[in-house]
């Protein structure tokens, strides 16, 4: 594919040919110099490191950093810079970058020939449109004429550039914002934050980086913050050749920062060249807030949110708090707050005798202001689920979201474990499969997949499923789990204690697979290894909060129906996130003919729901077999 022309200020270069015009005059370069520019601008808008332009220039050569040095002062006297570097900028002990606006043009579309005016009107009216839009924004944008559509993007975390260890929240923050208003555009998929944060760092390769998440386009950038400014520069490339398709630099007062939000989003759908709905336009440029501090509240409580820690849940509850003292009405906020409570439960930090309405309220609270905000009707389900028992209302709020955003992968993915603990494996599987489209990259989203095949009772499935699940992550408990579980269901108990030891020594001793252990024991004729890990779980629940499920599943193991009911009882009253699998749970076999479990069964609503899909209450409960997997 044809190299497009770059142009910048009275600058056209011809990448292909080495060839750089000013104002329709050859400007002669070094065949080095011209390989340094053509870099340089390849990358417009990010640092290139020294190292690795000496590795491209001078392939299998050693040359002495001075030899770069004079490359760059020759091709800034060639480009006419003096003290004023306004086309290429030194990043002291790093690299250089190219900070000019560039505007490309397609070889084919934009002879050499050509003049400024030949450029596409396309590209013309994009800016006009941008212009009018947000004419108080002070940026530099460009956009590829007329680029093939793209149907898949990934948003990677801003780099940040010279910032404190207090802002380090705002690369990943931003990228999330992005993601989030990018992804209610359904002509295009968004690879969700869970994806991309582990791109967050400074030393990446983006088209890389696209490849591994299997999009079309990536979105790189970085964001400096200084003297109560911000300098934001992106860039998207199209992964298949390492094209920019659009770079784009906005230097504002940090107040602004909500309106750099926007122009970028709105640069981005032009570049694609997406043909927008009148709903996509609205939702697009609709804003949660006005309050850029509430804003930058809200993108601290994700970026702590995102770390999935009892710590980050703690300080994001702060943070979504901090946003919405200051802005009453920003949903978001509010479905973010919903998020942490649920998780609470979720991780088994706290009972849901705690959190549930807490989670509720603020859900509820985020759809009383915006009825449409997909996160929040997610956000509500699982309290529907977990905590109301009400699996028909749940049902409903999963459909929504998924009706409201199907490019909402959390939404698939809760939605699909949700399925399967109704007995519902067939479409669970489809809800499962079409996360894991997604969020390729996500380990919780491929263990659930093989999950629900251990819960349909296809064990050699879900075994070929989980060993596929370790090769490419060996170090990820969740998958050596379901894979002992499976061993453990055919019968393979050597097999299934190894996989249970190596998922409680990966995860730090974690309950599940402690308790998971104990089962095994317990059903394997091992009574004092597992009375021996019961006690060790009791033990821990009189310094923690310790989930009344797991003592159960292991007196269930043993044999002692008495003290299993007695444990399920204070799970009900406490509501237990993990006892929503006992539906399907195998661990609770030998419990189904006993009266208090069948009516445990009808209050956690899988008779009603049953009854409202038209099938027996327990006609499933045999079929398919599970433990709940976390929600992620």
Same mark, same amino acid.
């Given at each position: 594919m044809a190299e497009p022309l770059y142009e910048f200020g009275p600058f056209?270069?011809? @990448?292909?040919?080495?060839?750089?015009?000013?104002?329709?005059?050859?400007?002669? %370069?070094?065949?080095?110099?011209?390989?340094?520019?053509?870099?340089?601008? =390849?990358?417009?808008?990010?640092?290139?490191?020294?190292?690795?332009?000496?590795?491209?220039?001078?392939?299998?050569? !050693?040359?002495?950093?001075?030899? +770069?040095?004079?490359?760059?002062?020759?091709?800034?006297?060639?480009?006419?810079?003096?003290?004023?570097? #306004?086309?290429?900028?030194?990043?002291?002990?790093?690299?250089? /970058?190219?900070?000019?606006?560039?505007?490309l043009l397609d070889q084919r579309e934009a002879p050499w020939t050509a003049r400024r005016r030949f450029i596409p009107l396309i590209t013309l009216a994009a800016a006009v449109a941008a212009l009018a839009v947000l004419p108080y924004l002070k940026r530099e944008t460009s956009a590829v004429a007329t680029p093939p559509p793209s149907r898949s993007i990934a948003v990677l975390p801003l780099v940040p550039i010279g910032a404190p260890t207090s802002d380090e929240y705002l690369g990943l923050g931003i990228a999330d914002a992005l993601i989030t208003k990018l992804a209610n555009l359904q002509q295009i998929t968004v690879r969700p934050t869970s994806s991309v944060r582990k791109f967050v760092g400074s030393k990446r390769d983006a088209v890389a980086a696209g490849r591994e998440l299997a999009v079309e386009s990536v979105m790189d950038g970085s964001i400096q913050r200084a003297a109560g400014?911000?300098?934001?520069?992106?860039?998207?490339? /199209?992964?298949?050749?390492?094209?920019?398709?659009?770079?784009?630099?906005?230097?504002? $007062?940090?107040?602004?920062?909500?309106?750099?939000?926007?122009?970028? *989003?709105?640069?981005?759908?032009?570049?694609?060249?997406?043909?927008?709905?009148?709903?996509?336009?609205? /939702?697009?440029?609709?804003?949660?807030?006005?309050?850029?501090?509430?804003?930058?509240?809200? +993108?601290?409580?994700?970026?702590?949110?995102? $770390?999935?820690?009892?710590?980050?849940?703690?300080?994001?509850?702060?943070?979504?708090?901090?946003?919405?003292? %200051?802005?009453?009405?920003?949903?978001?906020?509010?479905?973010?707050?919903?998020?942490?409570?649920? %998780?609470?439960?979720?991780?088994?930090?706290?009972?849901?005798?705690?959190?549930?309405?807490?989670?509720?309220?603020a859900a509820l609270k985020a759809l009383e202001i915006d009825s449409e905000l997909a996160e929040a009707h997610t956000s509500l389900a699982l309290v529907r689920e977990v905590y109301d028992f009400d699996q028909i209302a749940a049902d409903q709020s999963y459909r929504r979201a998924i009706e409201l955003n199907p490019n909402y992968s959390t939404a698939h993915h809760w939605y699909g474990l949700f399925l399967v603990q109704m007995g519902r494996t067939e479409e669970a599987i489809q809800h499962l499969q079409r996360a894991r489209d997604l969020?390729?990259?996500?380990?919780?989203?491929?263990?659930?997949? *093989?999950?629900?095949?251990? !819960? @349909? /009772?296809? #064990?050699?499935? *879900?075994?070929?499923?989980?060993?596929?699940?370790?090769?490419?992550?060996?170090? !990820?408990?969740?998958?050596?789990?379901?894979?002992?579980?499976?061993?453990?269901?055919?019968?393979?108990?050597?097999?299934?204690?190894?996989? !249970?030891?190596?998922?409680?020594?990966?995860?730090? =001793?974690?309950? +599940?697979? +402690?308790?998971?252990?104990?089962?095994?024991?317990?059903?394997?004729? $091992?009574?004092?290894?597992?009375?021996?890990?019961?006690?060790?779980?009791? @033990?821990?629940?009189?310094?923690?909060?310790?989930?009344?499920y797991f003592p159960a599943a292991i007196q269930a193991g043993l044999g002692r129906k008495a003290e299993a009911l007695a444990w399920l009882d204070r799970a009900e009253r406490e509501r237990a996130y993990w006892l929503i699998s006992i539906h399907v749970n195998p661990w609770f076999d030998g419990l189904r003919d006993e009266p208090r479990f069948q009516q445990l069964e009808r209050n956690l609503g899988f008779q009603a729901f049953a009854e409202a899909h038209g099938k027996s209450a327990t006609g499933s409960s045999t079929s398919d077999v599970r433990s709940a997997p976390r929600r992620e």
């Open positions: 056209r270069l011809d @990448a292909r040919d080495k060839l750089l015009l000013r104002e329709g005059k050859p400007v002669a %370069l070094p065949p080095k110099v011209s390989e340094t520019l053509v870099l340089l601008l =390849r990358r417009a808008g990010h640092v290139v490191e020294k190292d690795e332009i000496l590795k491209i220039i001078w392939p299998d050569t !050693f040359v002495e950093e001075a030899s +770069l040095t004079q490359n760059i002062s020759i091709l800034r006297k060639a480009l006419g810079e003096s003290e004023d570097h #306004h086309y290429i900028e030194t990043i002291p002990k790093r690299g250089y /970058r190219f900070v000019a606006p560039v505007r400014r911000v300098r934001v520069t992106m860039q998207l490339i /199209r992964v298949a050749d390492g094209t920019p398709l659009w770079t784009g630099s906005f230097d504002e $007062k940090f107040t602004d920062l909500l309106s750099v939000q926007d122009a970028i *989003a709105d640069s981005v759908t032009k570049a694609l060249a997406l043909s927008l709905t009148a709903r996509d336009r609205i /939702r697009l440029k609709k804003r949660d807030t006005d309050d850029v501090e509430a804003y930058e509240s809200y +993108l601290r409580g994700r970026f702590y949110w995102n $770390k999935r820690t009892e710590e980050g849940f703690t300080k994001a509850v702060v943070h979504f708090t901090r946003a919405i003292e %200051l802005d009453p009405l920003y949903a978001r906020a509010y479905a973010g707050l919903a998020d942490c409570y649920n %998780l609470f439960n979720n991780y088994d930090l706290a009972p849901a005798t705690e959190t549930g309405p807490k989670a509720k309220a969020d390729p990259l996500s380990n919780i989203i491929s263990v659930g997949v *093989a999950w629900a095949h251990y !819960f @349909a /009772r296809q #064990h050699e499935r *879900a075994i070929e499923i989980s060993r596929k699940n370790i090769e490419v992550v060996p170090d !990820f408990w969740p998958a050596h789990l379901v894979l002992g579980w499976s061993y453990e269901q055919t019968g393979k108990f050597e097999e299934a204690r190894n996989q !249970f030891n190596r998922a409680i020594d990966l995860s730090g =001793r974690n309950t +599940l697979p +402690l308790a998971s252990l104990g089962h095994l024991h317990a059903i394997s004729g $091992k009574q004092r290894d597992a009375l021996r890990i019961l006690a060790e779980i009791e @033990a821990r629940s009189r310094e923690r909060y310790v989930s009344a």
